[in-house]
């Protein structure tokens, strides 16, 4: 498809994307810049999806070294050597000497690095960074600490409108509440604390999806909130495509749980306000939006999450408009999104 459908895009490039493997985020990347008229080689940025792995990749990185240096160098071995773009999405299982062979090899390419963890959670970071001709970062407060770097939020994928009938029996029920998401961190114990405080005629879908066996029966064994969830509320496959869908369309607000480490907004949080839903969010940092409006955006107290029986009453009251992004929002779109960072 030709990008000149893209009244603001650019010229068209060859790109090695080098991404996590991390549901169909990656899937959505790659095929909107082939959208986009680009030629797309993916790489995934860790060498294997074993949890052994990314243990190893987070707390003994030293030792896998010479591993990852062998992987990546077999796999850039098969791109031509005169790509455009380096474009790296977190870039986990990098290291800098990976890198700076990235660099030899792909000699005309301009590297850039979307960072959608914080330093906090991902310090190794810091080691490739250098590198890059340009950083982004979804994580504000890093942002604001590297004033050469652009704040980037998360993107959202525009969904078509389909007032279809869906089978799904999800479709027929209304959710004053929805959380969809993985476990993480103080998660489980939030969700527990707020199903106990909601009003009993109220609906809470809760999915929760374990990203590994290891850590489910962990919890299992010794996280007393797990007690709390029925057996189809945890999954160790992640609710993907219609399912959610069907629950997002019959939802009031969705409920968006940020890792205490970060300060960046989730894919789910930014998709939520794109789609006009209301947010219910332990995340304060988005009263520094420029879309903050207490209307449609609740906060919570992570350690004493109380939600307001009236915010979750109805999509919007009856004196109020329907929530309508803006621009800041809309910009977002995936679409744009790119087109932003390959200017």
């Known amino acids: 498809m030709s990008p000149s459908i893209y009244p603001n895009s650019t010229r068209v490039r060859s790109i090695l994307l080098i991404s996590p493997d991390f549901f169909n985020y990656h899937i959505l990347v790659r095929d909107e810049l082939i959208r986009q008229g680009h030629t797309v080689y993916y ?21 896998l070294a010479p591993y990852l240096r062998r992987y990546y160098e077999r796999v850039f071995n098969e791109i031509p050597n005169n790509i455009d773009e380096v474009f790296i999405i977190k870039g986990e299982g990098l290291t800098k000497d990976v890198v700076r062979g990235m660099q030899k090899r792909f000699q005309k390419a301009r590297f850039q690095i979307y960072l959608w963890d914080s330093l906090r959670n991902h310090p190794t970071a810091m080691s490739i960074v250098p590198f890059m001709d340009r950083v982004f970062s979804f994580d504000i407060e890093d942002s604001k600490s590297h004033p050469e770097w652009h704040y980037m939020p998360n993107y959202y994928v525009e969904k078509p409108h389909n007032n279809k009938k869906n089978d799904d029996s999800l479709t027929s029920k209304n959710w004053n509440l929805t959380f969809i998401g993985t476990c993480h961190s103080d998660r489980l114990k939030i969700l527990a604390k707020i199903s106990r405080t909601l009003p009993s005629e109220f609906s809470f879908y809760r999915f929760v999806f374990f990203q590994s066996p290891l850590l489910y029966y962990f919890r299992k064994i010794f996280d007393p909130a797990f007690r709390t969830f029925r057996v189809e509320e945890l999954s160790l496959k992640p609710q993907l495509g219609n399912s959610t869908e069907s629950v997002i369309r019959s939802t009031i607000a969705i409920l968006d ?19 006009g839903l209301k947010l219910v969010t332990t995340n304060h940092y988005i009263r520094q ?55």
């Open 257 to 275: 749980i940020h890792h205490p480490r970060q300060s960046g907004f989730s894919h789910r949080a930014v998709e939520a306000l794109a789609s």
């Open 43 to 63: 790489v995934c940025d860790r060498p294997s999806k074993k949890a052994i792995v990314k243990i190893l990749i987070r707390k003994f990185r030293f030792l």
């Open 289 to 343: 939006t420029s879309y903050y409006d207490k209307r449609f955006i609740y906060i919570i107290d992570r350690d004493n999450p109380q939600i307001d029986p009236e915010f979750l009453r109805e999509r919007a009251a009856p004196d109020q408009a329907e929530f309508v992004p803006n621009e800041s929002i809309q910009a977002l779109e995936l679409k744009r999104w790119i087109q932003t960072i390959f200017t």
